[in-house]
Nanobody, 123 residues
Framework: VQLQACGGGVVQYGGSLRISCAIS????????VAWFRQVLGKEREFVAA????????RYADSVKGRFTISRDNTKNTVDLQMSSLKWEDTAVYYC?????????????????WGQGTQVTVSS
């Protein structure tokens, strides 16, 4: 399974941005897909996750109500729509996938990772 994250860029404070994760390879037994983010010098943190087949989602408290995760099983993509962006949302965003039947909030549970896409919130 290969993951390719794209769509990052520079966005103004309070603005919106949509990033996408394209998944290829053996996807039929994926359980969940998540977005994590990392700021240089800090640990990677959970942002949002979705199950691959059912409609269960979860968000970090810091992004709840501002970010929306969605998937398209026909295109094998998982998007993260980010709105009302804040300075603290600046980070490299990574998508990750795990086999099985559910998602996790701990990065160590994920089997596959994309390369990351930079999101920078500017004034």
């Amino acid at each position: 399974v290969q993951l390719q994250a794209c769509g990052g860029g520079v966005v103004q404070y309070g603005g919106s941005l949509r990033i996408s994760c394209a998944i290829s390879g053996r996807t039929f037994d994926l359980g969940g897909v998540a977005w994590f983010r990392q700021v240089l010098g800090k640990e990677r943190e959970f942002v949002a996750a979705t199950t691959w087949i059912t409609d269960s989602t979860r968000y970090a408290d810091s992004v709840k109500g501002r970010f929306t995760i969605s998937r398209d099983n026909t295109k094998n993509t998982v998007d993260l729509q980010m709105s009302s962006l804040k300075w603290e949302d600046t980070a490299v965003y990574y998508c990750a996938a795990v086999r099985g039947s559910k998602f996790y909030i701990l990065q160590r549970n994920y089997d596959y990772w994309g390369q990351g896409t930079q999101v920078t919130v500017s004034s």
